[in-house]
T-cell receptor, first 112, second 111 residues
Framework: EPEVTQTPSHQVTQMGQEVILRCVPI?????FYWYRQILGQKVEFLVS????????KSEIFDDQFSVERPDGSNFTLKIRSTKLEDSAMYFC??????????FGQGTRLTVV | QQQVKQSPQSLIVQKGGIPIINCAYE??????FPWYQQFPGKGPALLIA?????SEKKEGRFTISFNKSAKQFSLHIMDSQPGDSATYFC??????????FGKGTRLHILP
């Protein structure tokens, strides 16, 4: 069964450092998303990406965040200068038009 | 603004019982309503979904009931098992294909 793959599974970084989270979407999917989940809380939308551009972003997705699909397969989330409050699980999700989104297993980001 | 309201926050049911999780929404532009199941340390997994032109959908032991006029939908789990213990999220997709989650329900099925 096709699945969304995320790497790394766990990333520890110092405050102020840049991190890049990577996702390999399901191959024929067209819509890509990043969500985050602070421990024990709900899943929060960060950004959606379609046709090689951001289609929507939330208030959380400020100038410190960026996304790209550099090689037509991987989909990345970059946080330029991490803050303590960026510590969370980050989920990549992908979908086809008209379907639900399929989520990866997540990257646990710990900012120290 | 909470676009998808989910209740209860937590639920404990005896094995074999029928837990019911309820959700409500305001935005009539939502056109797809998925439910996700999440186990600790895992990503949300798509469980079952419904479109607003359908009043009920059943897949195995999971049933969604949808009331378009009331803007409410619910998940029923028939013959619940301890392995169903997880956090369940209702969600709604808007016309920009963004999926908005409810706050989740922690379900515990007692053996």
């Amino acid at each position: 069964e096709p699945e969304v793959t995320q790497t790394p599974s766990h990333q520890v970084t110092q405050m102020g450092q840049e991190v890049i989270l990577r996702c390999v979407p399901i191959s024929n999917h067209l819509y890509f998303y990043w969500y985050r989940q602070i421990l024990g809380q709900k899943v929060e939308f960060l950004v959606s990406f379609y046709n090689n551009e951001i289609s929507e972003k939330s208030e959380i997705f400020d100038d410190q965040f960026s996304v790209e699909r550099p090689d037509g397969s991987n989909f990345t989330l970059k946080i330029r200068s991490t803050k303590l409050e960026d510590s969370a699980m980050y989920f990549c999700a992908t979908s086809l038009l008209g379907t639900g989104a399929f989520f990866g297993q997540g990257t646990r980001l710990t900012v120290v | 603004q909470q676009q998808v309201k989910q209740s209860p926050q937590s639920l404990i049911v005896q094995k074999g019982g029928i837990p019911i999780i309820n959700c409500a929404y305001e935005n009539t532009a939502f056109d797809y309503f998925p439910w996700y199941q999440q186990f600790p340390g895992k990503g949300p997994a798509l469980l079952i979904a419904i479109r607003p032109d359908v009043s009920e959908k059943k897949e195995g032991r999971f049933t969604i009931s949808f009331n378009k006029s009331a803007k409410q939908f619910s998940l029923h789990i028939m013959d619940s098992q301890p392995g169903d213990s997880a956090t369940y999220f209702c969600a709604a997709r808007d016309r920009d294909d963004k999926i908005i989650f409810g706050k989740g329900t922690r379900l515990h099925i007692l053996p």
